[in-house]
């Protein structure tokens, strides 16, 4: 079916306030990851599902972000009271287990905290 | 712990001429080794990927690479670049933790492709 999609392809916020980005995974995928691409940084993981088990966070910069999926599909990140260096292209992608390697990803948020 | 170096930031080739995109890994135990694309404001495209079957793996759009243990390196390669290969790839290995795997990056290599 369809691939990975994110919602939206961009969003433009102010200092302090709060934005929630959506990943839906290909369908029948039980993981699903988040990564955020910065130019400083690079690629960097942040947060893992799998299932209904407890999520891996270990990748979060800081506790103004957190994660959820709902149903074990679609998942929202939300950033709480952003800073101008969560400025960033976040990615999400789906592996058909968790065991499965190979990861597919979506287009991405590009996200601009003013 | 897991990693990747890619060894250049940027490389510039012509059209038509072979490519070659360095990356050493370090890992404890055998890795699974990606190369991901990704073209401008586009998502990221898995090229091709070596799990320890054949050292020589071909992926798509006339791309391969070499796993090379003695030389920790898996090298991205092509015999003749076309404009459309301009992009920027990933070296990538996957770090795996219980039963779960993340994906560990270098830090990309952008490929131009003069005409």
């Known amino acids: 079916g369809a691939g990975v999609s994110q919602s939206p392809s961009n969003k433009v916020t102010e200092k302090g306030k709060d934005v929630e980005l959506r990943c839906d995974p290909i369908s029948g995928h039980t993981a699903l990851y988040w990564y955020r691409q910065s130019l400083g940084q690079g690629l960097e993981f942040l947060i893992y599902f799998q299932g209904n088990s407890a999520p891996d966070k270990s990748g979060l910069p800081s506790d103004r972000f957190s994660a959820e999926r709902t149903g074990g599909s679609v998942s929202t990140l939300t950033i709480q009271r952003t800073q101008q260096e969560d400025s960033a292209v976040y990615l999400c992608?789906?592996?058909?287990?968790?065991?499965?390697?190979?990861?597919?990803f979506g287009p991405g948020t590009r996200l601009l905290v003013l | 712990a897991q990693s990747v170096t890619q060894l250049d930031s940027h490389v510039s080739v012509s059209e038509g001429t072979p490519v070659l995109l360095r990356c050493n890994y370090s890992?404890?135990?055998?890795?699974?080794l990606f190369w991901y694309v990704q073209h401008p404001n586009k998502g990221l495209q898995l090229l091709l990927k070596y799990t320890s079957a054949a050292t020589l793996v071909k992926g798509i759009n006339g791309f391969e690479a070499e796993f090379k243990k003695s030389e920790t390196s898996f090298h991205l390669t092509k015999p003749s670049a076309h404009m459309s290969d301009a992009a920027e790839y990933f070296c990538?290995?996957?770090?795996?933790?219980?039963?779960?795997?993340?994906?560990?990056f270098g830090s990309g290599t952008r490929l131009l492709v003069r005409p």
């Open positions: 992608a789906s592996s058909l287990a968790a065991i499965q390697e190979t990861q597919y």
């Open positions: 890992s404890s135990y055998s890795p699974s």
């Open positions: 990538v290995v996957s770090d795996r933790k219980d039963s779960s795997y993340k994906l560990i």
